[in-house]
């Protein structure tokens, strides 16, 4: 039977969480990513994954709600977690645009040496002048060279961890790029992995033919049977050009799981839960990331504006921009007229993140249909609460996979490469 891989993503500062339930911790005491992370590893899950925030999002000229709670970095909390946990993998989301590949390779290779061989890197890219006023060279990155300097950033770092021999000896480097250009000596030896694992999050033509040709994960929000499975065949189908074997990249869709005893039950609570996460307030947050203006006058649990979206608007700042918002409009308009429903409404149904819903049997049997058809090779489940979220998850949907076959019992080998299957890179001297 194809083995399923899980990963857990620490929920952070999105409308994913549900703030207001009591059981709702903090984003910043170490005890909340501890928690999480140890259900994790009690689960045999396969990587704990952190996101990134470079700057606060800003809406209508005011910080984001959300982001009031902070955004610490990432790579600082894992070097952490690497000391509370054994075999759990441990990534972190690293922006590509605005670090430099000696630092951020030194930093990666250490956080792999102190786990013993569990670091990975999730790579994101830029062109976001407003997140590049924090640094340096600001918002100099045009959009359409954003994967050209990350695949070279990815490549830098595979030198500079290859430019120690296995057996401990190290090597100078050099490297003349279109991004890059440097030389010198890396300090920190070759890390049990070789490499960290390389994780890539983007769904755009580029961003597949990155994940092609460069990582070992890919991150995708494709949660339904068929987009799984179209996207899973597109993607392993781009391998071959890079010399590269289907099972060298695995497809890792982000999820959410509802539990109840019973279907009925998990689909009332799926409701509940989703009723929370819109709330008025991020109702009209969500319409005005699509319309780009401000729409506080209208009534949430009224009809969608009969105006078109600002396509030229800056009222948010800091998050992913809507690809086509004359088109998402459309799309809202015709399921509100179609079904009756206010603003509000239209949210829930619209910006719902793929889940699986139901008793821990069904779960576990659709989990399994997925990896099964080749929709997935495993999943991310993102959970809606800090940091208790994983918690029944693993009690009580991974004790049926493994006594169906489909998930590991135990893990059989300490390195997050051990525990997606791939082999360690050939060293290259």
């Known amino acids: 039977m194809k083995q399923m891989h899980l990963a857990a993503h620490f929920p952070g500062v999105n409308s994913t969480t549900v703030w207001t339930d009591p059981r709702s911790r903090s984003q910043i005491d170490f005890s909340s990513f501890e928690h999480l992370a140890r259900t994790a590893e009690r689960g045999r ?6 996101a990134e925030g470079l700057r606060l999002r800003e809406h209508n000229g005011r910080i984001h709600d959300l982001d009031v709670v902070g955004r610490p970095e990432s790579l600082t909390v894992l070097n952490a977690l690497a000391a509370v946990t054994e075999r759990l993998g441990l990534a972190a989301t690293v922006n590509a645009t605005f670090n430099e590949p000696y630092e951020l390779a030194r930093r990666l290779a250490t956080l792999d040496h102190l786990s013993a061989g569990r ?6 890219t830029s062109s976001d002048a407003f997140t590049g006023e924090n640094f340096r060279r600001g918002g100099y990155l045009d ?4 994967y050209t300097r990350a695949a070279e950033f990815v490549a830098t770092a595979r030198e500079l961890w290859d430019s120690w021999t296995p057996d401990g000896t190290s090597r100078p480097f050099t490297h003349t790029g279109q991004h890059f250009e440097i030389s010198g000596e890396f300090t920190v030896p070759r890390s049990p992995q070789g490499h960290p694992v390389v994780i890539q999050a983007g769904d755009s033509g580029e961003g597949r ?9 890919i991150f995708t929000r494709h949660g339904t049977l068929e987009a799984g499975r179209a996207f899973y065949a597109d993607v392993k189908a781009r391998l071959a050009k890079y010399g590269r074997q289907p099972d060298d990249l695995k497809i890792m869709p982000g ?3 509802v539990l109840g005893d019973t279907d009925a039950e998990a689909q009332e609570n799926a409701a509940e839960i989703r009723r929370l996460q819109v709330s008025p307030q991020n109702a009209i947050l969500a319409l005005e990331q699509v319309w780009g203006r401000d729409l506080s006058s209208y009534d949430p649990d009224g009809p969608l504006p009969d105006i078109d979206p600002d396509l030229g608007s800056d009222l948010v700042q800091g998050r992913v921009r809507v690809a086509d918002p004359l088109a998402v409009a459309a799309k809202w308009r015709a399921l509100s007229e179609a079904k009756g429903l206010s603003i509000r409404r239209t949210v829930i149904e619209s910006t719902a993140r793929q889940s699986f819903i139901g008793s821990p049997e069904t779960v576990a049997a659709d989990l399994e249909k997925f990896v099964a058809t080749d929709a997935a090779d495993g999943f991310i489940l993102v959970p809606h609460l800090t940091p208790g979220g994983l918690d029944d998850f693993v009690d009580r949907v991974v004790p049926l996979l493994q006594e169906r076959g489909a998930f590991r019992s135990e893990y059989t080998g300490s390195t997050l490469r051990s525990h997606l299957g791939l082999v360690e890179p050939v060293w290259k001297g």
Do not use: C, G, H, M
């Not at 899950?45 to 952190?50: E, G, S």
């Not at 959009?143 to 954003?146: F, G, K, L, N, P």
């Not at 033919?209 to 994960?217: I, L, R």
């Open 209 to 217: 033919e990155f994940a092609a040709s460069a990582a070992d994960v």
């Open 255 to 257: 999820v959410t799981v």
């Open 119 to 124: 670091a990975a890197w999730n790579v994101v």
């Open 143 to 146: 959009r359409a060279d954003r």
């Open 45 to 50: 899950f396969d990587f704990f994954f952190l």
